[in-house]
């Protein structure tokens, strides 16, 4: 029986001087056509790279006809002999520009339509054009280029566990739901008219279960699934790597990560980490850097004005230290080339504004003193603000003072970040960090009640557990985040195992027992089982993967995202379906006003 196709016997990145002579057959892509005359160079692209491949000016009729109706992104099979490019040929840039294939013959295994786009090494297309053609998208190298280094990645992540004690057991897709923080995606029963499964937004509940049956080291690569709003760079379903460990302390938990990263961004990267990540306490993160996920790569940090900004004439600075309140500054250093213009100024002020801050205070070092903005207000006390603050000729001082030492600290930390972006400040590489001892409870101002800051399966720390309820705003709880450069990469904690401190807390965040016992019964149900203490966390895979490939969407790193409406163009979804299929699942439509 005759071949269907001439099948390739090499990949376009694979030959060298070295298979010099061979006959061999590449498929591929069309990436570029050149001619010169009879001559034809075209170079053939498949996953594994770019080969040049040759029709001579002396090629039978048949074969010049064959290359003269080639066109960009045709697919082909290209049957020829390797041969040494002249010296003067080899081209460095290329894995295999020191060969070229010299054509015997050429089939055309399938044609290209008009492109939207060029396949590039990126794509510089609107997004959504990329996201309607995104199998041609992901043809561009870039897109090649990162969707394999998250697959060594995840890969890499597997290794480390398959040498551990780890198992890697699977949850279900389908589950109760149990709406906590987000919203649940639900899926409708066909056979149970009226009743819903939802989607996980994570394993969380399942893999504490799985606590509970004895599997005290579990792992899996989850999908999550949360319904929300597009915002920012979200989407509404995720991947992320869960673990779960019995009888383990935080400590145990961040050494299992320490040690995991350290060997992933070996193997990946060739980037040696350290053997712990530093920890700063919560509070600490956001009085030195404004954010509980602070960009360690520059320093910046920010310092506790009172000392000087009571002592001045500036009513927003006295009053708000008199009522209580933080009055904090930065020291923005006289970069080369930077002009720390009112214009600018003023840009760094609308960064603060947006986190709550009123106002953004400023004064400049020059001349030995301090002059400009707020400094009248600090008359004969200059040489005192030049030495508290450390600030040097060419400096500028920036204040923030609020009421609420949480906007204060935010407000600045946008004004640092901004700062680091534009004075090139930010160091390549990573820097990881621990951030522990967070607040168990945040207080919702809209509903008006106490609510989980991570979940409501995280154990309060031990000395609170007196007054968890007559005083929630102080509680800490036994949380962590792993933050790397500036991104929230993973939370977890240490998790409650007894039943009734798991009430109490539901209890604070508003959710009375009859109703716990209606959505998280079978938690609770378990947890009368003899459960062993135990803690986990999740790092996110497609951050970890944006982070590694220096990009700054996931979008990036993920074969077919929706776009930043929730859409997917590419698919049209989602989309209407036929009636038929709604009378299955016993649904009718309310049609929107
Ligand atoms: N389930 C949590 C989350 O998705 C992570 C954890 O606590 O392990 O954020």
């Not at 890969?155 to 897709?173: N, Q, S, V, W």
Request: glycine share 6%; charged share 30%; aromatic share 10%.
């Amino acid at each position: 029986m005759e071949e269907a196709f001439m099948q390739r016997t090499a990949t376009c990145g694979s030959l060298r001087a070295a298979d010099e002579g061979k006959t061999v057959v590449l498929n591929g892509w069309v990436h570029r056509d050149r001619n010169h005359g009879a001559l034809h160079f075209i170079n053939l692209r498949d996953r594994y790279g770019m080969t040049q491949v040759v029709v001579d000016d002396d090629a039978s009729e048949e074969l010049q006809k064959a290359a003269g109706e080639l066109k960009l992104e045709y697919c082909i099979a290209v049957k020829g002999i390797v041969r040494r490019r002249p010296d003067d040929m080899i081209n460095p840039d290329m894995a295999t520009g020191e060969i070229e294939v010299k054509a015997e013959r050429i089939d055309v295994l399938s044609k290209c339509d008009v492109l939207p786009f060029m396949i590039d090494e990126e794509n510089n297309a609107r997004e959504d054009l990329r996201l309607k053609y995104r199998y041609l998208d992901l043809r561009c190298s870039g897109m090649q280029k990162r969707i394999a280094l998250r697959h060594e990645i995840v890969k890499a992540i597997r290794e480390y566990f398959y040498k551990t004690d780890f198992l890697e057991i699977e949850t279900p897709t389908l589950i109760r739901s149990t709406p906590e923080g987000a919203r649940d995606f639900l899926v409708p029963s066909r056979i149970y008219p009226g009743k819903f499964f939802a989607l996980p937004q994570s394993p969380q509940l399942y893999k504490q279960l799985l606590m509970v049956s004895g599997f005290d080291k579990y792992f899996q690569i989850a999908r999550c699934y949360r319904d929300e709003d597009p915002r920012g760079d979200r989407q509404l379903e995720f991947t992320q790597l869960d673990i779960e460990m019995s009888y383990v302390k935080r400590d145990d938990v961040l050494s299992l990560m320490e040690d995991l990263f350290g060997d992933v961004f070996k193997k990946v990267l060739n980037v040696t980490l350290p053997a712990h990540f530093r920890r700063l306490s919560y509070h600490d993160a956001m009085n030195t850097y404004g954010s509980d996920k602070p960009d360690l790569r520059f320093g910046l940090e920010m310092h506790d004005a009172a000392s000087f900004a009571a002592k001045s004439t500036f009513n927003a600075f006295t009053e708000t230290l008199q009522n209580g309140g933080s009055v904090k500054y930065i020291v923005a250093p006289k970069t080369e080339g930077h002009d720390y213009t009112r214009k600018y100024l003023g840009e760094l002020e609308t960064a603060a504004k947006i986190y709550g801050a009123h106002g953004l205070a400023w004064m400049k070092a020059e001349n030995g003193t301090i002059s400009g903005g707020v400094s009248k207000f600090f008359a004969g006390m200059e040489s005192e603000v030049l030495s508290a603050t450390g600030a040097k000729d060419g400096d500028v001082i920036l204040l923030v003072a609020h009421q609420d030492w949480k906007k204060c600290c935010t407000s600045l930390g946008a004004v640092r970040s901004r700062l680091g972006a534009d004075l090139g400040l930010i160091k390549e590489g990573y820097e990881f960090c621990w951030i522990i001892d967070f607040p168990l409870f945040e207080y919702n101002e809209d509903e008006g009640h106490w609510e989980a800051a991570h979940h409501m399966f995280s154990m309060p720390q031990a000395e609170y557990l007196d007054t968890l309820e007559s005083d929630p705003g102080s509680v800490k709880g036994d949380l962590y985040d792993l933050v790397l450069n500036g991104y929230e990469l993973a939370s977890g904690s240490i998790r409650i195992h007894d039943v009734e401190l798991q009430k109490r807390i539901f209890r604070i965040c508003n959710i009375p027992d009859e109703v716990s016992k209606e959505r998280f019964g079978f938690l609770l149900d378990a947890f009368r089982f003899s459960p062993p203490p135990h803690g986990g966390i999740a790092p996110g895979i497609d951050r970890l993967c944006m982070i590694v490939a220096n990009e700054q969407s996931i979008k990036e790193v993920i074969a077919f995202p929706k776009n930043t409406a929730a859409l997917s163009p590419m698919d049209d979804s989602p989309s209407p379906v036929e009636e038929k299929q709604l009378d299955e699942l016993h649904l009718i439509i309310k049609k929107p006003e």
